[in-house]
């Protein structure tokens, strides 16, 4: 179809949608003329209005469920497990779990815990709670380095101005080696 032939249907369609909404017509309009100043005609006219079909679309919804899990990057290679502050052996440990999940300990009590995801070599908490989750505004990234024991955080610019002093000082160029 050519682009002349397009408008004249678009005109056309625009038209009829225009015409359909405007109030019906009496069904016999008498309409007065004056031809000449003395002599008058009356002419009646009956017009029939035809009402176009319309479509009508129906609209679907679709469900996209996104993971229940936190999005792990497994090219990052996060270590899993229970990583303990080395001069602090028993009392201060994280675990992290394959399914995102990560619990902090301290003398044996969950201290805060949450949700965490990975992009490169950026760990990203996405929730945080408990004692230590207080005033811990997420998501909040800290970069981290692992040699196969070792396990290194250090903070991004973001974590600079962590607010929450407990997470800070726990990410702040702080290493935990992984136990066994």
Not at 126 to 138: D, F, I
Request: proline residues 8%; contains cysteine.
């Amino acid at each position: 179809m050519n682009t002349r032939s397009l408008w004249i249907l678009l005109i056309l369609m625009m038209s009829i949608l225009v015409g359909g909404c405007q109030p019906s017509a009496p069904a016999d309009p008498t309409v007065t003329t004056t031809a000449i100043p003395s002599v008058t005609s009356t002419a009646t006219a009956t017009a029939t209005l035809t009402t176009a079909p319309t479509a009508t679309m129906t609209i679907v919804p679709t469900v996209t469920m996104g993971p229940t899990k936190p999005a792990i990057d497994p090219a990052s290679n996060f270590p899993t497990g229970k990583f303990v502050q080395p001069e602090n052996e028993a009392n201060n440990y994280f675990i992290f779990n394959e399914d995102g999940r990560w619990s902090h300990y301290f003398f044996g009590e969950r201290t805060a815990s949450g949700t965490f995801a990975v992009e490169g070599d950026t760990y990203i908490q996405l929730t945080s709670s408990g004692a230590a989750g207080a005033n811990c505004p997420v998501p909040m990234s800290f970069t981290y380095s692992f040699d196969g024991t070792s396990l290194t955080f250090q903070l991004t610019d973001q974590s600079q101005n962590d607010p929450c002093v407990t997470r800070k000082g726990l990410h702040d160029n702080t290493t935990y080696k992984l136990s066994e």
